[in-house]
DNA sequence: ACTCGTTTTGTGCGCGCACACATAATTTTT
DNA sequence: AAAAATTATGTGTGCGCGCACAAAACGAGT
């Protein structure tokens, strides 16, 4: 009773106007003496209307095309988590007329996003959730979509200078520092570091790159005992990545190493626990089933949780 | 058009009867005959039928009172958060008809916690929200709102005996753990680990004990290096409290120090930071303002964060 | 066969909003 | 000054559901 909801009709009485004038002034879409729209604007500042969100979606019913444009679930378990997401979100959202569709890319293929990119363009969807994980070629898609007027959420990898309607994810520099303070901790012998990139093509992942920035920004800072951290990129589906592992590894003093990515993690794991290296740091990201093993075990240290899954259904709810 | 939402009318067409009868079918209010009964059973089978839940609470326009039974937020930030979560879940949930009220308690005393409690029930709410702190009385309150038939969310706490609708909150025991795990990572030195529950009425709230179960667990199943485990129960308030603490903190084979309560971490790690302690591994709960100052300066070396604000927001959806 | 009770079934209304359309009040044109 | 065009305003309808109530069907008794 105290809390007696306004409606619009409350609005009408109160301005004596007809419920139409006072939807139109609310809408703004004209056809409104100025009188009129005075006498309603009036009221509106007065009391503050919450249109009832209940009442609208039943009415209108409209069907709405969400497409998420990330890579392909099949290809990479991180992705397939975030797939679960979408998956979560399509089944909780269904009935309000929303309705999710994929547009898995190719990972390690530019051509592949480019190509999907328009496909999703020539769509015409409500909106679009997406992780661009390519900085260079995702720029001029977000403008094409802005030119649409299509709403789109990024997760996973932000790129600010896209302006998107929001953007679902962790902050990859601080990501980077906590991985570093976690790797810090504790450690009283000084040595070398690495940053593991085992991406396809990580020069071009501002995301990963972020991540390492931070976790060097932290060291700066950090000094004592000191510490040298040397970068790498591998391929984890080159054959030569084995090689590439052992002769890393085989260094006696390295202390620790942090992977950027969520797959690569287990596969260092396992290349360590072979070698019987307990005693090297090992931090990762996500709980992946392969990880989470490495975990348990403990050679992997720390795992830092992105939560795709939880992440791709925020990100369809944002929409 | 693919995923086309069965209503209640088609089911009826479907069945050959109207939609009133189907309504008696799904609400199961009798005034059906056997013949007319079978019919829309079969097609329910058949079909899965949805309600649209938009349509549903638009008609009714009920008024659902909530009562929120937590100790004063005026008296702990920990609790004060939990507030801002009530305060944030009350405004999102205002104009679907809910109302949030508090009844506050008084910590530390018990019998504040049965008084409230009787109102809570004379208030005859639509639903509870409740932090079950003290275990011996919390169950028979329980009982009480089961017999009225007053659904209620547990958070914070668990009480599993208790069987609520739900429970919103982290597992005490495996927070304990993660807490001893934390403790004991990169620790290379023996020595004594001390457990703090640092509350009025420490041995009657169970998720401390929980904590302190875990933290034990932990150590029973990693023994290097061999830790002495103390436990004290001291209470804040306590004019004795900083000359027990101080003895605590000169004990020389003190390593680490696990705060069970979310207030209690700031005040230890005043005394820490005072008497130059930087050796000594703090672990606490919760950012509040207070913590993180001190996980900022390096006292505390980390926080498990509960999240009250999220929890009893949470707490209030499931409802 | 007719009325009266009882059970069964169908219909109508409203929740609050958006949107379409019908009416009313203007202004413009002839 | 009347007709036509334009603009302003009011009313009606439907979204899907729950619930109240009207209508119909059925039996039983006279």
Known sequence: ?????????DIATLAGVSTGTVDRVLHKRGRVSKAAEEKVRKILNEIEYKPNPIARSLGSNKKYRIIALIPDPAQNPYWEQAN????QAQT????????????PFDMGGKESFKKKA??????????VLTAPIYYD?????FNLFKNHSI????????????????FIGQDSFQSGKVAAGLMHFGQHLSGTLAVLHLDEDSHNSIHLL???????????????PAFEITEFNFNPEDPDFPGHLQHLLSDSKLRGIFVSTSRGTSVVASSLEKRGKKDIRLIGYDMLTENLKYLRSGTIDFLINQNPKRQAFLGISHL
Do not use: C
């Open 92 to 103: 909780e959202w269904a009935r309000y007329g929303i309705q999710i569709e994929l547009f």
């Open 210 to 224: 972020e991540k390492e920035r931070g976790f060097r920004d932290y060291f700066s800072n950090n000094g004592h």
């Open 1 to 9: 009773m105290n809390t007696k909801n306004i409606r619009i009709k």
């Open 137 to 141: 070629e995702a720029l001029p898609v």
């Open 118 to 127: 328009q496909e999703v363009l020539s769509a015409q969807p409500d909106g």
């Open 151 to 166: 709403p789109y959420v990024l997760f996973n990898t932000n790129i600010p200078a896209a302006h998107p309607l929001s």
């Open 84 to 87: 679960q997401g979408l998956i």
